[in-house]
């Protein structure tokens, strides 16, 4: 099993990865801006456990099967990246929606499918894996890293929806809301540098 200090080192690098700005947490900012904290709550569930799945995925064996079918791999970031830039097209284009019509934010499952093709989400769970697994017990130790990018996944989604919706009081006029999703979709565009790189 993981000892006191990797179980320790293990949850800073949970925390400063689902911290910080990426993919999860442009769509979240967005969604706390665009449809506030409450209505984002399915899109922050759907991250919150949707990486730690991937997690115990990729240790268990999907990592495997990329490195033998190369181009499988291959056609999950064409997808992936194609799927980014339609969300940052959905978010630079949110407006307000047609009268008699709530806008919809993104589920559960969109939240927990966006993991498979998020750039940033790859590189943290082969990167968790690689460090933070301990041969002799690899699959106990593989659960014990889901379980603990889970635990701090839940208040980092929790903090960029809030965030965004707090932005979202402050950006209330039509011209400002614009300005912000385009600024966010633009970032989300610029995630995909790992995919062309």
Same mark, same amino acid.
């Given at each position: 099993?993981?000892?006191?200090?990797?179980?320790?080192?293990?949850?800073?690098?949970? !925390?400063?990865?689902? /911290?910080?700005?990426?993919? @999860? @947490?442009? *769509?979240?900012?967005?969604?706390?801006? @665009?449809?506030? #904290?409450?209505?984002?709550?399915? =899109?922050?569930?759907? %991250?919150?456990?949707? #990486?730690?799945?991937?997690? =115990? $995925? /990729?240790?268990?064996?999907?990592?495997?099967? #990329?490195?033998?079918?190369?181009?499988?791999?291959? &056609? /999950?970031?064409? &997808?992936?990246?194609?799927?980014? *830039?339609?969300?940052?097209?959905? %978010? &630079?284009? $949110?407006?307000?929606?047609?009268?008699?019509?709530?806008?919809?934010? *993104? !589920?559960?499952? +969109?939240?927990?499918?966006? +993991?498979?093709?998020?750039?940033?989400?790859?590189?943290?769970?082969?990167? &968790? %894996?690689?460090?933070?697994?301990?041969?002799?017990?690899?699959?106990? !130790?593989?659960?014990? /890293?889901?379980?603990? #990018?889970?635990?701090?996944?839940?208040?980092?989604?929790? =903090?960029?929806?809030?965030?965004?919706?707090?932005?979202?009081? *402050?950006?209330?006029?039509?011209?400002?809301?614009? =300005?912000?999703? %385009?600024?966010?979709?633009?970032?989300?565009?610029?995630?995909?540098?790992?995919?062309?790189?």
């Amino acid at each position: 099993m993981l000892t006191a200090e990797t179980l320790l080192a293990l949850a800073v690098f949970a !925390t400063v990865a689902t /911290v910080t700005p990426g993919p @999860n @947490n442009a *769509l979240l900012l967005a969604s706390g801006i @665009n449809h506030g #904290f409450r209505r984002t709550l399915p =899109l922050m569930a759907g %991250i919150a456990f949707g #990486f730690p799945v991937m997690v =115990l $995925a /990729v240790g268990l064996g999907l990592g495997e099967v #990329f490195r033998r079918l190369p181009w499988l791999h291959g &056609a /999950v970031k064409v &997808a992936g990246g194609l799927y980014l *830039l339609w969300l940052a097209w959905r %978010i &630079a284009t $949110a407006g307000e929606p047609p009268p008699g019509e709530a806008p919809r934010p *993104l !589920t559960f499952l +969109q939240g927990a499918g966006f +993991q498979w093709v998020n750039p940033k989400a790859w590189a943290m769970a082969v990167s &968790a %894996i690689a460090a933070y697994t301990v041969p002799a017990a690899y699959a106990p !130790t593989t659960l014990m /890293v889901a379980l603990v #990018f889970l635990a701090v996944a839940l208040p980092s989604v929790a =903090l960029w929806a809030a965030s965004g919706a707090g932005l979202g009081r *402050l950006v209330a006029g039509p011209r400002e809301r614009r =300005l912000v999703n %385009i600024t966010l979709a633009l970032l989300l565009v610029a995630s995909l540098w790992p995919l062309v790189g």
